[in-house]
C-alpha cells in the first residue's frame, strides 16, 4: 500500500540553525501539507501546497517556514532560523484531490530545537 | 470553523463495540464529517467520513444524526491495536481542506 514517508525521523539542531524537513508524498496525490504537534498539543495545520505554490498558510506559518517542491516527488519545510519553541513533531500529508478526500499522514519528523 | 465537542477519553474492553461521540451542532450544510485517529507515536490516520447516511467501512461505522448535528463513531469490537485518541473533524469547504484537529477522545482499550 502507497504511504507517505519523511525523513529524518528524529533531527536535532542548537537554536538559530536552519532545518530542512523531507517529505515523499504518494505519488499521484496534487495536494500536500504540513503540521505540526508540539508535545501533549494539538495537532496544528502549517501549510497546504498545490500546483507549486502555498494555497493556504497559518499563522504559525510566518517568514521563517518555507515550502518547496523541488524535484516532482519530494516536499520539503524549511525552518530558516530555529527557535526553542519550533521543537515539535512535524507530520507531512498528501492527498489525492481537493476536499471529501482522505489525508494520508507520515510517520513524522521529532524536532528538538537546543 | 466548525466547533466539536467530544469527551476526553473513554475505556473499553477487548472485543467490546465502542461508540466515541462527537458534537458539532454548528456544522454547515455540506460540510462532511471526517474521523481520523492517532495511535500513539504515530501520525494522524484516516478512519472514515461522511455527509447524512451512515456509513460503513472496513475498519468502522459512522453514525450520523439526522439532523446532522452530532454524530457516533463505532467501533464494532475493539481491539488493543485501537487504542488511540479519536479525532471528528467536520471538513471546511473550500480551499485546501486542511484539517482542523480539536483535542479528541483518547480511547484506552481494556485486555
Known amino acids: 500500500e502507497p504511504e507517505v514517508t519523511q525523513t529524518p525521523s528524529h533531527q536535532v539542531t542548537q537554536m538559530g540553525q536552519e532545518v530542512i524537513l523531507r517529505c515523499v508524498p504518494i505519488?499521484?496525490?496534487?495536494?500536500f501539507y504540513w503540521y505540526r504537534q508540539i508535545l501533549g498539543q494539538k495537532v496544528e495545520f502549517l501549510v497546504s501546497f498545490y500546483n507549486n505554490e502555498i494555497s493556504e498558510k497559518s499563522e504559525i506559518f510566518d517568514d521563517q517556514f518555507s515550502v518547496e517542491r523541488p524535484d516532482g516527488s519530494n516536499f520539503t519545510l524549511k525552518i530558516r532560523s530555529t527557535k526553542l519553541e519550533d521543537s515539535a513533531m512535524y507530520f507531512c500529508?498528501?492527498?489525492?484531490?481537493?476536499?471529501?478526500?482522505?489525508?494520508?499522514f507520515g510517520p513524522g519528523t521529532r524536532l528538538t530545537v537546543l | 470553523d466548525a466547533k466539536t465537542t467530544q469527551p476526553n477519553s473513554m475505556e473499553s474492553n477487548e472485543e467490546e463495540p465502542v461508540h466515541l461521540p462527537c458534537n458539532h451542532s454548528t456544522i454547515s450544510g455540506t460540510d462532511y464529517i471526517h474521523w481520523y485517529r492517532q495511535l500513539p507515536s504515530q501520525g494522524p490516520e484516516y478512519v472514515i467520513h461522511?455527509?447524512?447516511s451512515n456509513v460503513n467501512n472496513r475498519m468502522a461505522s459512522l453514525a450520523i444524526a439526522e439532523d446532522r448535528k452530532s454524530s457516533t463513531l463505532i467501533l464494532h469490537r475493539a481491539t488493543l491495536r485501537d487504542a488511540a485518541v479519536y479525532y471528528c473533524?467536520?471538513?471546511?469547504?473550500?480551499?485546501?481542506?486542511?484539517?482542523?484537529f480539536g483535542k479528541g477522545t483518547k480511547l484506552t482499550v481494556n485486555p
Open positions: 473533524i467536520p471538513e471546511k469547504l473550500g480551499g485546501s481542506e486542511k484539517l482542523v
Open positions: 505519488s499521484n496525490h496534487l495536494y
Open positions: 461522511g455527509l447524512t
Open positions: 500529508a498528501s492527498t489525492q484531490r481537493e476536499g471529501r478526500n482522505e489525508q494520508f
